[in-house]
């Protein structure tokens, strides 16, 4: 066993809306021919724990945080590989609080989220990308995603994308 962190916290959108965001983010990766993943918005990334050392904890933080209602801020894009298409979303009481219950399970910051946000698309930035920003921009404009359920993937930095595996979904209390 690698003693490489192998694991990531992931919020889940609700059932319906990832069938959705899923069309999408395949439509995406094989016209632009990035990876495809699963949609999530990531808590923290690069976790050395073990799914068993994580489950606990997070079970009581999912039981305990309701579902999230998040709105559509903007489709957005950087020149990182991660973040070169994705819907942003405002900053969250929710998510602050999901990301400081984790830094403290996993005694790191390493691998948060710097801001709340669902990736489109992975890949370098190119022109590309920003044509589709403003081609989905309409789409998501004012859309509500819902968010309820954790996860615990196996996916980082050091687990080819194409590898990723959601392990286990622990549901949010209901809203």
């Known amino acids: 066993m690698s003693d490489r962190p192998q694991y990531s916290i992931w919020l889940l959108?609700?059932?319906?809306?990832?069938?959705?965001?899923?069309a999408t983010v395949s439509r995406?990766?094989?016209?632009?021919?990035g990876p495809f993943f699963a949609p999530h918005v990531t808590i923290q990334g690069d976790v050395a724990l073990t799914p068993d050392q994580l489950r606990p904890t997070l079970a009581?933080?999912?039981a305990?945080?309701?579902?999230?209602?998040?709105?559509?801020?903007?489709?957005d894009g950087t020149p990182h590989f991660?973040?070169?298409l994705f819907l942003?979303?405002?900053l969250h009481q929710a998510f602050q609080d999901m990301q400081a219950a984790t830094q403290l399970i996993t005694g790191t910051a390493h691998g948060l989220s710097p801001f709340p946000h669902l990736s489109l698309a992975y890949g370098?930035?190119?022109?590309?990308?920003?044509?589709?920003?403003?081609l989905l921009a309409g789409g998501f404009a004012e859309q509500v995603i819902v968010f309820d359920r954790l996860a615990?993937?196996?996916?980082s930095s050091h687990v080819p994308i194409a590898e990723w595996l959601v392990l286990e979904q622990l549901p949010l209390a209901h809203d």
Do not use: K, N
């Open 28 to 33: 995406l990766s094989s016209e632009l021919g």
């Open 88 to 90: 942003r979303f405002d």
């Open 13 to 22: 959108p609700r059932a319906d809306q990832e069938v959705a965001l899923t």
């Open 64 to 75: 305990q945080t309701p579902a999230q209602h998040w709105p559509v801020s903007m489709v």
């Open 124 to 134: 370098d930035a190119l022109e590309a990308y920003a044509r589709e920003r403003q």
């Open 152 to 155: 615990i993937c196996r996916s």
């Open 60 to 62: 009581r933080l999912a």
């Open 82 to 84: 991660f973040r070169c």
